[in-house]
């Protein structure tokens, strides 16, 4: 389940910084700037959900509001003495309050499948019931505890959450010595984006339908507690091998809509215009523009709007969505609307691009996708839309084909092999080219140039090239000043000694050469050849 929390370095991921001088600045949650990784190499802790489920706190009491580092001291004893280490305890005390620890050995780690810039996640099995779980390893720079704050925030936020479409954190590892912690998770077997590029998968409308409300109830049911996701994308939506999807990563999830909130979070791809113009207070609006292009997408089979750049992205979503009205940009005033605000008009033509979509899913893409966030709706009226209700119906996730596990990174796996097996081919194409001309009896000075000593009144030389051993005769005539190569029938005229003759190496035009450009390289070198020859011999 490597798509779970593993942030990519990419261009994707370029909102990072600007979140943590948010989180400096307002919530005094703080991730560090030089990241939290640092290498596991100590036994470790386990510490589970207790078997009567998460206990159940306020808001407050979360600590979402940003004060999960004050634990009384009595809870912390008690925390120390269940096991764990004092630099959670003491900074993250609310956030593990109520778990308690298991036995160092409850997991094997079986492989890695996922890498980020910010945590690494693994295949493992819970030794104690047999299941396969997902881990995700969050390393601290010297535990520093804003670092750790802002890890806490995670936690508490997947602590609020209970519902099918969710994904569920089902215990904490932890390791004293290094200054680690794993997330462990339930493992899904695969994500949306790795099944849209697996050759072998195909969705139904039926089968679309059945994802796109599955991720509109889990979106339901995070923004009816407060809970803003932040980056939903295919690959954060994960499946498992019941059909059932889960929204999964929510480290870049946030509750606390008071303060003025970063604009560089949502993976690119996905995020919404507002936060492409710099705005800091927006709410479920932002997830749901993503929603609407992951709906898209899986009509589509590809992402709708690829931009490689900010400047880009924005260029593209007016295009295709149209160019705000002076409404708009009157009521938002957002930071960047001056700099990128488009010199043309641009027309709506959603309904063009998409127009082989079924009419009810155009529908509700043209409400998601729409360019003032007010005109969105939310999850639960995106629920009522006819999409939902006209035939086929989604059908049921039990139902649905039982994959090969597909996820981002094997998708990501699949075209680097692609890619290094075509270089092999060209790389073979070019050896059997060389074992081509060896066979058929060139030589490897297979090209003879055998220059004029006499010049024609038009000042064009008479170069005549043969290759040897084989039946292929290629006589060229030379203008000195253009370069510009003809034909000629003779291919006797300038007969040189053999002791002056100039050979080259390899064939006369090599694939993909520039023939003017070798024609000329030639002529250089009967020149120099000729003056050699008058030179007087010593």
């Known amino acids: 389940m490597g798509c779970i929390c593993a942030k990519e370095s990419n261009v994707h991921d370029d909102y990072v910084p600007e979140m943590e001088k948010e989180v400096r600045e307002g919530s005094g949650l703080l991730k560090c700037d030089d990241g939290y990784e640092r290498p596991v190499n100590a036994k470790t802790r386990v510490i589970e959900r207790p078997k009567s489920g998460p206990q159940r706190h306020s808001t407050a009491s979360l600590g979402l509001g940003l004060g999960m580092s004050r634990v009384a001291s009595a809870s912390k004893a008690e925390q120390l003495a269940a096991g764990w280490p004092s630099w959670l305890a003491s900074v993250a005390g609310e956030a593990i309050h109520g778990w308690t620890p298991r036995s160092p050995d409850s997991y094997q780690k079986l492989n890695k499948i996922g890498q980020g810039t910010y945590s690494s996640v693994y295949r493992a099995r819970d030794l104690t019931t047999d299941k396969i779980v997902a881990m995700k390893l969050v390393r601290f720079s010297n535990m520093d505890p804003d670092s750790v704050r802002f890890m806490a925030r995670e936690i508490c936020i997947l602590r609020r959450l209970d519902h099918t479409n969710v994904i569920k954190l089902e215990a904490l590892v932890t390791s004293r010595i290094s200054g680690s912690l794993y997330l462990v998770f339930e493992y899904m077997e695969h994500d949306l984006a790795g099944l849209l590029a697996s050759p072998?998968?195909?969705?139904?409308?039926?089968?679309?339908?059945?994802?796109?409300?599955?991720?509109?109830?889990?979106?339901?049911?995070?923004?009816?507690?407060?809970?803003?996701?932040?980056?939903?994308?295919?690959?954060?939506?994960?499946?498992?091998?019941?059909?059932?999807?889960?929204?999964?990563?929510?480290?870049?999830?946030?509750?606390?809509?008071?303060?003025?909130?970063?604009?560089?979070?949502?993976?690119?791809?996905?995020?919404?215009?507002?936060?492409?113009?710099?705005?800091?207070?927006?709410?479920?609006?932002?997830?749901?523009?993503?929603?609407?292009?992951?709906?898209?997408?899986?009509?589509?089979?590809?992402?709708?709007?690829?931009?490689?750049?900010?400047?880009?992205?924005?260029?593209?979503?007016?295009?295709?969505?149209?160019?705000?009205?002076?409404?708009?940009?009157?009521?938002?005033?957002?930071?960047?609307?001056?700099?990128?605000?488009?010199?043309?008009?641009?027309?709506?033509?959603?309904?063009?691009?998409?127009?082989?979509?079924?009419?009810?899913?155009?529908?509700?893409?043209?409400?998601?996708?729409?360019?003032?966030?007010?005109?969105?709706g939310t999850a639960s009226s995106a629920l009522k839309s006819a999409f939902f209700t006209s035939h086929p119906l989604p059908c049921d996730p039990s139902s649905l084909p039982k994959y090969p596990p597909c996820k981002e990174l094997d998708a990501k796996l699949r075209e680097e092999e692609a890619r290094r097996r075509k270089a092999e081919r060209v790389k073979g194409h070019g050896a059997e080219h060389q074992r081509a001309v060896l066979e058929n009896g060139s030589s490897h000075y297979d090209a003879m140039i055998r220059p004029t000593a006499t010049a024609t009144a038009t000042g064009v030389k008479t170069l005549s090239c043969s290759r040897q051993g084989s039946q292929l005769h290629h006589p060229f005539e030379i203008d000195d000043n253009e370069g510009v190569a003809t034909t000629s029938n003779n291919d006797s005229i300038g007969y040189v000694p053999k002791k002056d003759r100039i050979f080259r190496s390899g064939p006369l035009i090599p694939q993909g050469g520039n023939m003017d450009h070798l024609l000329k390289q030639h002529e250089r070198q009967i020149q120099e050849a000729l003056r050699k020859s008058r030179l007087p011999k010593p």
């Open 200 to 376: 072998e998968v195909k969705f139904t409308e039926a089968q679309i339908k059945c994802f796109v409300k599955q991720m509109l109830l889990g979106l339901q049911h995070c923004h009816s507690r407060g809970v803003l996701h932040r980056d939903i994308k295919g690959s954060n939506l994960l499946v498992g091998e019941n059909g059932i999807l889960k929204i999964g990563d929510f480290g870049l999830a946030t509750c606390d809509r008071k303060q003025a909130l970063t604009s560089h979070v949502v993976t690119l791809w996905y995020r919404a215009p507002e936060l492409l113009l710099g705005a800091t207070r927006y709410g479920v609006e932002i997830d749901m523009w993503s929603a609407g292009c992951i709906l898209a997408e899986l009509f589509a089979g590809k992402p709708i709007m690829p931009g490689r750049t900010e400047v880009e992205e924005l260029h593209k979503i007016f295009k295709l969505c149209g160019s705000p009205t002076e409404e708009y940009w009157g009521k938002t005033k957002l930071p960047q609307a001056t700099s990128f605000r488009p010199q043309r008009v641009y027309k709506r033509r959603v309904a063009e691009a998409f127009k082989y979509f079924p009419s009810s899913a155009l529908a509700l893409v043209e409400v998601l996708l729409s360019i003032d966030p007010d005109l969105r």
